[in-house]
Every structure is written in C-alpha cells, then in structure tokens.
C-alpha cells in the first residue's frame, strides 16, 4: 500500500474543537448558544446511526440539541406544523429533517418548508441557488466536509481535474459546485456514464457517491490522484458473523494506487457531523449578525 490515509475521524475532532471554541466565543458575545433541531420521522437504520453520533457531539461543542422524534405514519402537515414552529423558534439555528423521509411525504415541500437561514443540511432551494450562484450559502455538510479534506492533503485545488462520481442533490451536484468554485475542472460522472474507468483516470481527484458497494476499482485510479470516499455501505461478507461498513471504493486496489485516500468508516462520514455542527454555528453567527466563523465556511 502506497497511499497516505486521510484520517477523517482526527479531522473531524479539530474540526469540533474549533466549532467548540467559537461556540463559546459566541456565547460570550450574545449570552446564548447555538440550537441544533433535528427531526426524525420513523425509523431508517441509517438515520439512526447518524441521530446516535450527532446529538452526543452537539451537546460535547456546548450547543443545544431538540430531538424530535415522529412516527412513520405521521402526516405531512403535522410535519410542516412542526417546521413552523421550529422556524419561529428562537432557540432553534438549525434544523435537520433526516432523510429519507416516509414515501407519502413530499420531501421536496419539506425542505423548502425550512427558513433557509436555518436550512443547515443546505438543501433548501434558496441555498442550492446561492451556492451555484456563488452567493453566501448554507454548504451541504457531506461535500463540505470533503472539501476541507481535499484542501488540507492538496493545498490549493486550482486547476486539478476532478471527477465526482454520483450525482445526488445531496453530495454529487453540490461536491461538484464546491470543487469548480475552487477552481478544479470537474466532471459529474454516475450510474450511466459510459467508460467509467477511463474517465475516473484522468482524474486528480476522485469523489466517489453512488451508492455501489466497492465499485470504483485500484486500475480505475490515476497513480498519486487523491480518493474521497463518501460510500456508506452496510454489507454483508460471506461466512462472516456481523456486517461491515464498506465504501464506494475498493479500498485495497485503491489505497495501492492513489496517493491519499479516505477510509470507510473513519473518512468522510465523521466530517459531515462535524460540518453539520459547524454550519450551525454559522446559521446563529449570521443570525446575531456576529462574524462569520472562521475556518468553518466554505
Ligand atoms: N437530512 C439529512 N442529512 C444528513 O446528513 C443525513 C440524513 N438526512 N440521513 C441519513 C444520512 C446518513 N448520514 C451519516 C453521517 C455520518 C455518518 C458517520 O459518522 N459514519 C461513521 C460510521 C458510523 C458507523 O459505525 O456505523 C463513519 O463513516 O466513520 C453516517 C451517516 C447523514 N445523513
Ligand atoms: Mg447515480
């Protein structure tokens, strides 16, 4: 094995020492502290895992954390009464509403239901648009996370050729935005696009979000590129016991040919929390009209 392992989980911990140090800063200023809400209808094992780390670690960067737990069958206008009020709610910086929400819901009436200044996931539509735009946005956590990486292995991203392979509103589209605003020349590849690998070679930096379990193979890798792993796959090895989390990446083949690389877990997931409570603390920072946090944004 040749490549540097990006250690996601250690940044991540920087990431909340700083979120945790402005917090206080903020508290200092204003006498309050950020609110985290988040909203979880029924119960999608991987929202879970997600809500278990999540609350533990606002609580740890001094913030406040509502859970709000509905069941599966809630209806959607009892959700968006609960939005409202969140909204309204002074205490409240940030909401979450976890996805995938209950299939009789409208996901997308949902979100945009959110005050986009609270709207820390960045999925709003108010936020997509200022960040295609180059406006001050709200920065979905996953591609900001794998942004921060990228820049702390790769200095300045200007002129690298990127190909994000996925293309979800969640990572895909926004990673893309990111990474061209920071001057790569990217390419959205996905389940569809013909001659992967040869189009993943050319690559200095590959973003992997499709959902495949160990899709993008070592021979797809340009020798040195660097590998973002966002892949959270919960599968199965014949013979063995218990599952395992495995990637979008084959991290073995991978790992012998990239020059750094994210692991899966321990990458780009325990960023994305960090992100999450970052952009919360963004959202009161612009809020109270107190100065944007540093080193946190995009
Ligand atoms: N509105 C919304 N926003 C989200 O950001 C969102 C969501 N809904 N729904 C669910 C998914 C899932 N997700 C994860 C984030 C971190 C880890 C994470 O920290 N993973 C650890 C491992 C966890 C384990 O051991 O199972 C790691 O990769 O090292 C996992 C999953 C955010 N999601
Ligand atoms: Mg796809």
Redesign the pocket.
Known sequence: MSATIID??AFAAVVRAQVATQVAAAKAATGQVPGLAVVLVGE?P??Q??VR??NRQTVEVGMNSFEHKLAAETAEADLLALIAQLNADPAVDGI?????LPAHMNAEAVINAIDSAKDV?G?HIDNVGKLVTGQKAMV???PLGCLMLLRDTLGTLEGRDAVVIGRSN?VGKPMANLLLRDGCTVTVAHSRTANLPDVVRRADIVVAAVGRPEMVKGDWIKPGAVVIDVG?N?VQPAGAEKAK?VGDCDFDSCAAVAGAITP???????M??AC?LANTLTAFCRRHALPEPEGLTA
């Open positions: 996601g989980k999608d991987a929202s895992v997600y780390n999540k979450l509403v976890q996805l995938p996931d999925f979905p956590c996953t969640i959270i919960r989390l899966v877990p321990g990458g780009v997931g325990p994305t929390i999450l």
